[in-house]
């Protein structure tokens, strides 16, 4: 690619993108505000094969979950939530969903969570929403996690907390999230200007398939001022171009009619 991508000129459109500000790839995710703490979905982790289909099978599974068996009554919480095996019930689906919960299921809390936030079968509670999702992030859930990490960088049902939602995405980051791991990049991007902590995180996000950590990590190699590294650059630029970046697709067809 010859000199590689010039250092005064990487563009998005018509648009101009400068490393250190915003107009390097954010995070919609995180940026667009909501106004409940979650939106869960219960299908997580849970099989087709696990929903019981007969009314035989049926009573065991009611037996198992009386006596204590934690998955099986998360799963008739599941059950009774989406009428899977069973009518549809959603407060039964809440009283299954809370003794999970209570016994640690971290899968329940986090539904528990979510009933409380979107009040469905329980009074809406944006409190204990975020008690219940803090118990299944601590309980090691990553959906719980990168929840507790949107929720504090936003600011929504909880006081904006730039470094415990930073917190929390690494938690979640540990686990294989590449959002999270692409967000504690922009972290130290765009909040703290260090270039080399931000390429870390962006590269193990980018490795991880994620094209907005590529182009990201694109810009800093061609724009940064302790990490410049032209031909990095152009590779990331092709990767992410290639991962469907629209940005990056116009950057590498643009270098390829300047270097044409």
């Known amino acids: 690619m010859g000199g590689g991508v010039s250092k005064n000129k990487v563009v ?47 009573h065991d599974f009611i037996q198992e979950a009386e006596e204590g068996n934690v998955d099986r009554q998360y799963m008739l919480g599941f059950m009774f939530c989406y009428g899977e095996g069973v009518e549809q019930d959603i407060f039964e689906a809440v009283y299954w969903f809370k003794k999970s919960a209570v016994a640690g299921s971290a899968l329940a809390q986090f539904a528990l969570a979510s009933m409380y936030s979107t009040g469905q079968g329980v009074e809406e509670n944006q409190a204990l929403a975020l008690e219940w999702c803090r118990k299944a992030g601590e309980n090691g859930m990553r959906f719980a996690q990168v929840t507790l990490a949107d929720a504090y960088w936003a600011g929504e049902a909880v006081e904006q907390d730039i470094e415990e939602s930073v917190r929390w995405y ?34 193990i996000a980018a490795e991880g398939g994620y094209a907005s950590a590529q182009y990201n990590l694109g810009c800093l190699y061609c724009q940064g001022e302790k990490v410049r590294d032209d031909k990095a650059s152009m590779t990331w630029f092709v990767v992410a171009a290639t991962n469907g970046h629209k940005g990056a697709q116009h950057i590498y067809g643009s270098e390829l009619i300047r270097l044409d």
Do not use: C, M
């Open 170 to 203: 690494k938690l979640a980051a540990a686990k294989g999230s590449v959002i999270s791991q692409y967000n504690v990049g922009r972290y130290y991007h765009i909040q703290k200007n260090d270039e080399e902590e931000a390429v870390k995180w962006y590269t």
């Open 12 to 58: 998005e459109g018509d648009k101009s993108i400068k490393p250190k500000e915003d107009k390097v790839e954010d995070n919609q995710d995180v940026r667009n505000k909501r106004p409940k703490l979650i939106q869960f979905d219960f299908n997580i982790d849970v099989k087709e094969t696990d929903v019981v289909e007969t009314k035989e099978s049926l």
